[in-house]
């Protein structure tokens, strides 16, 4: 299983980034994709995450009506689409290999994961 981001940068607050999450080696209808973050310091915070069967999609408090996932099961790939960022949002973003069950009750979190792509929001 490898999971690959892309997207991430330095934005200005009030601005916007899309990260990618590519997926491979799985069986993608058997598995949910999330995202979560960690800032220096920090503890890992669930972002959102997406079903793959379903399309179903839920997201953290702190980033609803600002953040929306997506998913192309043509090319096994998760998109994070950002909107309105705040400094609150720079971290390392890494997304995740999760169960159906799990994208469903919050736990977003997760060991399967990719390295990572920076998001950097100035203010």
């Known amino acids: 299983v490898q999971l690959v981001e892309s997207g991430g940068g330095l934005v200005q607050a009030g601005g916007s980034l899309r990260l990618s999450c590519r997926a491979s080696g799985i069986t993608w209808d058997d598995y949910a994709v999330g995202w979560f973050r960690q800032a220096p310091g920090k503890e890992r915070e669930g972002v959102s995450c997406?079903?793959?069967?379903?399309?179903?999609?839920f997201y953290a408090d702190s980033v609803k009506g600002r953040f929306t996932i997506s998913s192309d099961s043509a090319k096994n790939t998760v998109y994070l689409h950002m909107n309105s960022l705040k400094p609150a949002d720079t971290a390392v973003y890494y997304c995740s290999l999760l169960t159906t069950r799990e994208c469903r009750v919050g736990q977003y979190v997760s060991d399967q994961r990719g390295q990572g792509t920076q998001v950097t929001v100035s203010s």
């Open positions: 997406i079903t793959s069967r379903e399309r179903d999609a």
